[in-house]
């Protein structure tokens, strides 16, 4: 069985008894530390370097219950154990509600602990759920990636029938909001500003529900406030998404900074979106090689066609996939007046184009990102899209 972090908490140490021993005790734990400070403990906890928190609640001012409750709201992701002597009905109700996940009395019984550790093991750790962050990034100006975002994280939640996340993380020009004529009440900078600490409730606040099945995240509404933005939030922003959402897709803009490398750090796709032109192509190789000097594998970038069969393409599909040293992941053909008519009114492609060849094209693209998970009750056409937009609508949220 493999070894559990586990980070313990004790406010107020009582001597003679150290807190730590019966956890070290446990042959299926590793202890990282034995805290007394939030402030200490607060990284690990961020940064998910532990699975487990056991936390003593024999302190006077509460500052124990006080620390599950934080540890609820940053990284509901660690499971924790509440310690006590206190074996009162009213005492163990009081520690669920706060977020315990278990409860063991101190001194601590080794098979208590045991049980505890096993229990969360079955219903934390084990857990099959695994979101799938999948980054689109445009090799030039135009080329059609937020686009290719927008609707993309459509048909993923259309396929799957699970609600999307859908990041601007163009923080300063970004379109995703103006795609789905939104205006959302929070933006990025509300929930990942310098000095801020994140978490489920800001992240869940902060994304604009779209009657679609996805939830976007937009970037600030004024331009000094991208510069607010903290890549250390970024990322725990990430994490919190992941626990709500099977697919998270983030629309990149070109250039490489510490925000754009949070985003890349557990992307499982990174999508170059390009079409058939020379600086089109010779941007796309560059990202290409850029990302993989930022360590994200290879298999993990994939390129994407866009606007292809137009009347101005100087090269062939079968160039550009030997320059970029694999064959295109998707292929998205030529529709510039349906695509250009759905952004000029706020639509997604389907709303009014379910047929588009593009739209059929991300869709199929959205196919092979889905795999095997789509929900067999989700068909062709417009299906649910045509139920929720009709051929008019707009896709905006209610208030």
């Known amino acids: 069985m493999a070894n559990i972090k586990i980070a313990l908490f004790e406010a107020s140490p009582v001597p003679g008894e150290p807190f730590n021993k019966p956890f070290e005790a446990a042959g299926q734990l590793q202890v990282v530390g034995l805290f007394q400070k939030w402030e200490d ?25 006080g620390v599950v409750e934080r540890i609820v709201r940053t990284a509901p992701q660690v499971a924790m154990i509440g310690i006590s002597r206190a074996t009162d009905p009213a005492s163990i109700i009081g520690a669920m509600r706060s977020g315990c996940a278990q409860f063991v009395c101190w001194p601590i019984d080794p098979e208590d602990l045991k049980s505890a550790i096993n229990q969360i093991r079955a219903s934390r750790l084990n857990a099959t759920h695994k979101s799938r ?16 975002a927008c609707n ?11 609600p999307t996340a859908l990041v601007d993380l163009n923080v300063e020009f970004g379109d995703v909001a103006c795609a789905f004529d939104v205006t959302p009440k929070y933006t990025l900078a509300d929930v990942c500003r310098e ?12 994304l604009h529900e779209l009657p679609c099945k996805v939830s976007v995240l937009a970037r600030p509404e004024r331009l000094e406030d991208a510069r607010l933005i903290s890549p250390e939030n970024v990322d725990r922003t990430f994490r919190l998404l992941a626990e709500s959402f099977p697919y998270v897709v983030v629309d990149l803009p070109r250039g490489f900074n510490f925000l754009n490398s949070a985003a890349l750090l557990h992307a499982e796709r990174v999508l170059i979106v390009t079409q058939l032109g020379v600086p089109f192509v ?11 000097q930022m360590d994200v594998p290879e298999d993990n970038i994939e390129l994407v066609l866009n606007r292809c069969q137009a009347s101005f393409e100087r090269l062939k599909q079968a160039d550009v996939e030997q320059h970029f040293g694999k064959p295109a992941f998707a292929i998205i053909p030529n529709d510039y007046k349906r ?11 389907v709303a009014d184009a379910p047929n588009s060849p593009a739209r059929l094209a991300i869709q199929q693209m959205a196919k092979r990102l889905v795999g095997g998970e789509e929900n067999p009750a989700a068909g062709e056409g417009e299906g ?7 051929r008019k609508t707009k896709a905006t949220a209610p208030r």
């Open 41 to 65: 403990l607060s990284e690990w906890v961020r940064e998910s370097a532990v699975d487990m928190v056991a936390v003593s609640l024999d302190d006077d001012e509460n500052i124990g219950l």
């Open 133 to 148: 962050r999948i980054c689109v990034v445009g090799s030039s100006g135009g080329s059609g990636a937020t686009t290719v």
């Open 152 to 162: 993309l994280s459509m048909e993923l939640a259309h396929l799957t029938e699970r």
């Open 195 to 206: 000095g801020m600490e994140p978490d489920r409730m800001m992240v869940g606040q902060a």
């Open 282 to 292: 010779r941007n796309a190789i560059r990202i290409r090689d850029c990302l993989l």
């Open 339 to 349: 695509v250009m008519t759905a952004l000029d009114l706020g639509h997604p492609i």
């Open 384 to 390: 649910l899209f045509g139920k929720i937009f009709g």
